[in-house]
């Protein structure tokens, strides 16, 4: 399970579930969110693997000394900017069951002794059922132990190791050799 600090002080609880074939055998992961303690909402139908290839190439990103000056400030390049954003588990499930995403956004801050300096941040965000959203703020290295803490939980629920494929950009395969599908749900 990751846990989040949000901005308006609640607890963002984010709990890997395991999918389950018709045999009963976990193959991906669904994300229950929790807000204090009470269910906010369900997404991210076979989201583990987009999970622990974020981490991946959040590794990647924090050890390119030729990026950003400051590791917390080093993040994986996307097209917009958005790291990962999953909604609700199945194609049958109404939009409001959740959503859970992060994006990168750069801000300007004025420091005395340097003047302005320029920093990214991740920003985490939930909606739950309700409809209500809550944000947490993170520096690459907080986004990178939550992702670590949460990917590992997701590996344990599972009982494998996203290892290899992830480090490839391949998706997993199943036991008999054949890609698993993934949703970007």
Same mark, same amino acid.
């Given at each position: 399970?990751g846990?989040l @600090? ?6 963002l609880?984010v709990?890997p ?15 229950d969110?929790? @807000? ?5 909402g369900?997404?991210?139908? =076979?989201?583990?693997?987009?999970l622990a ?9 924090r050890?390119d000394?030729?990026?950003w000056?400051d590791p917390?400030? =080093?993040?994986?390049?996307? @097209?917009?900017?958005?790291l990962?954003?999953f909604r ?21 801050a ?6 302005? =300096?320029?920093h990214?941040?991740?920003?985490v965000?939930?909606w ?19 992702l ?12 494998t ?5 992830? @480090?490839l ?11 698993? =599908?993934l949703?970007?749900?």
């Open positions: 399970m846990i @600090r949000c901005v308006d002080g609640s607890e609880r709990v579930v395991a999918c389950r074939d018709r045999e009963g055998t976990p193959y991906e992961v669904t994300l969110l929790e @807000r204090d303690g009470t269910p906010y369900a997404v991210g139908e =076979r989201c583990g693997w987009f290839r974020v981490g991946h190439l959040l590794e990647e990103a050890a000394e030729s990026s000056p917390d400030d =080093r993040f994986p390049c996307s @097209r917009d900017g958005e990962f954003e609700y588990r199945e194609r049958v499930d109404v939009p409001v069951a959740g959503e859970f995403r992060c994006h990168v956004r750069s801000d300007s004025w420091e005395k002794a340097t003047g302005w =300096r320029l990214r941040r991740a920003f965000e939930a739950g059922s309700t409809g209500t959203a809550v944000r947490a703020v993170l520096t690459s290295t907080e986004l990178a132990e939550f670590a803490e949460l990917v590992a939980d997701a590996e344990q629920e599972l009982g190791s996203y290892g290899e494929s992830v @480090r950009g391949q998706p997993p395969i199943s036991a008999d050799g054949v890609p698993i =599908r949703g970007a749900g």
